[in-house]
């Protein structure tokens, strides 16, 4: 019998990554009563960005995967954030 | 290393990859409803900051939690399972199913509420308003919606990986069908974390 060999996360690291994304939460529904203008969106897009970035390092375990693997996922997140600004680019310019 | 271990060590591999190359297609599905939304956002800037004053972001924020935790209980019914602890796996699954529930409770309430106001698209109150906040409840129902159906499809996978480990077939030495429930399961989580602000918090 082979066993899949992958990384085992901790009990403990699973917590922590939990408490970090609710205080990122929190962060972010305070942060939405300052106003901020334009910045406002921006605020709320970089601090989900950085809880995306948590929850597919850590508890999707890309953090541990091969390297193949995460320059797909780099890769596609890439080319998702190039459709976005040519779209904006066509939409602001046409 | 035998050449039936190396296989079914390569099959595992594959099996992952391909689970996340239908994560892809995901992300592009919702993906293209976030674009609509971007641009019929700048596009309808006041009629938006009008419409999103109508969602109530304390269940917005209450489902966040409620995803948040789910995902991480579904992390470590891996860990448990990676222990050979099937029973301790089966408990955190099913945590993360009831959790599922409560979301979608969330979502009943938060939707009945729009029905009741008549805010759904084609009703009687939804024609009288501005072109933008049509734009805005549609995106609404359907970019929730979609995510709900998300929910739903999540949680009959792992409603199946509980079974699988009871009948054994999901075991220490082999549960790749249970790491791309886990996966999918936090695809959902995934998409609410950009969900929640775009329509609940900027207004």
Known sequence: ?94 | MSSTEHSELIDSDTGKMGMWLFLFTELFLFGGLFIVYAVMRSKYAEDFHHAALELNAFIGATNTVVLLVSSMTVAMSLTAIQQNRANKAIGLIFITLILAGVFMVNKYFEWGHKLDLHLYPGSDVMRTLPHGEIMFFGLYFMMTGLHALHVIIGGILLTVVIFKIKSGKVHQGHYLLQENGALYWHLVDLIWIFLFPLLYLIT
Do not use: C, P
């Open chain 1, 1 to 94: 019998m082979k066993n899949q060999e992958n990384h085992i996360s901790s009990d403990s690291t699973n917590w922590t990554v939990l408490l970090i994304l609710l205080i990122l939460t929190t962060i972010s529904i305070l942060a939405i009563k300052i106003h901020l203008g334009s910045f406002t969106v921006a605020l709320a897009l970089i601090i989900a960005s950085v809880k995306v970035t948590i929850v597919l390092t850590y508890f999707m375990h890309l953090k541990f995967e091969n390297t193949l693997l995460r320059l797909m996922v780099g890769g596609v997140f890439l080319l998702f954030a190039i459709v976005i600004a040519i779209t904006f680019i066509d939409y602001y310019f046409r």
